[in-house]
Structures are given as C-alpha cells and as structure tokens.
C-alpha cells in the first residue's frame, strides 16, 4: 500500500477506482477523488512513514491548519477510509491497521451553517427573470420553477424525464424519482411549475426523453443533456442583477424547505419531498405518509401567471 501511495503509478489510480466504484453519485466519486488526490499530494510531500493512524491524524490536523470546514475535513476523511478499506481487502494493508485508521474521528461540527435562502418575493423574482419570448428563458424558467417549486437537487433537475411527471391524486407528481444514494421518491409539483414546463416543452417542440435540453449559440435545441455545472453557469446568468450574485443552485433547495415550512406545511412532508437520508427513520417512528393532497409546495406562497400554487 505504502508503496502506491508513494509512487504515482497505475497502480494508486487502480487502487482509487477500487474505492470510487462503491459510490453511486456521480457528484460524490468526483468529490471523493479530488479528496483521495489532496491526501496523496499531502503524503508524499509531507510524510515517509507507512500508512497508519498516526498518519491519518497528522493529515486531518494539516486540513484544520489550513482552514477548512468540519464537513469538507470529514469528507475527505470518510473517502481516505473508503481507500483504505478496499486496501484491506486486496491485501494491500494489514486488516488491523485499517481498522485503526477507521477509527479515527471525524471534525465536529459547531453550530449550523445557515447557507442561502430566498424570500417569496426573491424567489419570484428570480424565476421570472429568464425573458419569457426567447426559447432559452422558457428553458431557465422552467428550470427555475422547478428546483424552487420541488425542492430538487440540480442533478435530479437535469436528470428528469418528461415520464417522471405524471397526474396523481388529481394533481402533477414527480414520479420514482432517483436521488441521492439511490434512494427513490415522488414530489408533488405546484401548479405553476407545470405550467412553465409545459411552455417550455411547447417552445421546444419536446414531449419525451429528458426535460432540459441544452441550446446552441444559434438558438436552437441540441440532443445532448444538460450537465450540473450547466446549472450554476445559467443561474450566474440572472443572479448579479438580482443582486443575489452568492446563490447556488442548492439554495433555490432550501428556499423551497424555508417557503413551504413558512407556509405552515408539516415538517415531515418536506423530508419526504426532499429525500433527506434521515427520512425513512421518521417514516417508521412516527407512522408518516406522504400527502399529496396537502403537499408542501401548495404553501410556497408564490404568484406566477396568475396562478396561486395549485393549478385548476
């Protein structure tokens, strides 16, 4: 093990494929990887000594020295163990060893970092924004629409199939939507999100297949799919002028989470439309069941073309 964490060859990058390939988001293995790089750049610059707790210690002190917060210090930890684990299980490093570093403790979190939200009339603002005329401010509106009006994460957005929205209970559902860990969920949509899709789809001439497509320079629709970083790079599009230049597309998430709570929905069915990890625990102790009738994105508050949050 040592000597593949010393030597950049292709057995380290073999070795890291081997920890990347039991992480399912695509957004997680390019996290874990840049991890799994930092701590080798470290090793070898800053330590000569064979792999151990010891080590793995030194690493976590030089993240805090540098500044970083609990929750990247513990992602980086949490993908080093994942290494270090499938180490152990080719025989690369001595089981107790690896059990060792596995038992090193994470960073603890003080207190709460609040992020981003947006008030009502922000986020109004904001989702009107993109210019109506043009194909791609349908696009973004809609794409707007949906992250503020659902709650979604940007790669549940981009991943989203015209199949996945389907009528339930008498009202627009996202449906057996995959998120993060796999874990699979339905979301109730407002009416005026549907509405915005709906233009889009139109402008577009697009009934199948994924919902956000990219545009050329030319205007025109391309066959390829939109990417996460596609969403940062049209939400910096709008922001500046709104004068909310420090937004990222998961804070249009937590708007979603504050509107919907503000608006007196139940704070288990925002878990449940949000997919927490923590949701199928609150499911079993306290016997909830998603609403759809009552869902937390008719309490949003927002007034779009005329329409409250439901659509007759």
């Not at 509106?141 to 992250?147: K, M, S």
């Not at 449940?272 to 609403?291: C, K, N, P, W």
């Not at 759809?292 to 329409?307: E, M, S, V, Y």
């Amino acid at each position: 093990m040592n000597e593949l964490v010393r030597q950049p060859d292709a057995g380290w990058e073999k070795l890291k494929s081997l920890a990347l390939d039991s992480v399912t988001s695509p957004h997680s293995r390019r996290a874990n990887a840049s991890a799994l790089d930092n701590f080798l750049a470290w090793y070898r610059a800053a330590s000569g000594a064979p792999l151990s707790k010891a080590v793995v210690n030194a690493y976590k002190a030089h993240l805090q020295a540098a500044g970083l917060s609990a929750s990247t210090i513990n992602a980086r930890l949490s993908a080093l163990r994942k290494l270090v684990a499938e180490a152990a299980d080719n025989g690369l490093i001595p089981l107790e060893v690896a059990a060792s570093i596995a038992r090193v403790r994470g960073v603890g979190q003080r207190g709460v970092r609040l992020g981003n939200w947006l008030d009502r009339h922000q986020a109004e603002r904001l989702i009107q924004a993109p210019p109506a005329a043009t194909l791609t401010g349908k696009r973004d509106r809609a794409l707007f629409a949906l992250l503020i009006g659902c709650g979604l994460r940007r790669s549940e957005a981009v991943g989203l199939t015209f199949a996945h929205i389907q009528q339930r209970e008498q009202r627009w559902v996202i449906i057996d939507l995959v998120g993060k860990h796999g874990r699979v969920r339905s979301v109730p949509m407002p009416g005026w999100a549907k509405t915005a899709i709906d233009r889009w789809s139109r402008a577009a001439r697009i009934q199948t297949g994924r919902v956000f497509r990219p545009i050329n320079r030319g205007g025109r629709l391309t066959h390829a799919s939109l990417t996460d970083k596609c969403v940062w790079f049209i939400l910096r599009k709008y922001t500046p002028a709104l004068g909310l230049a420090s937004l990222a597309p998961h804070d249009m998430r937590r708007t979603y989470a504050r509107l919907a709570h503000q608006g007196g929905a139940p704070i288990e069915q925002i878990q449940i439309s949000l997919g927490h990890a923590s949701i199928q625990t609150t499911e079993r102790y306290l016997g909830v069941r998603q609403d759809l009738c009552n869902a937390p994105c008719d309490r949003l508050g927002l007034k779009l073309n005329g329409q409250g949050d439901r659509a007759a």
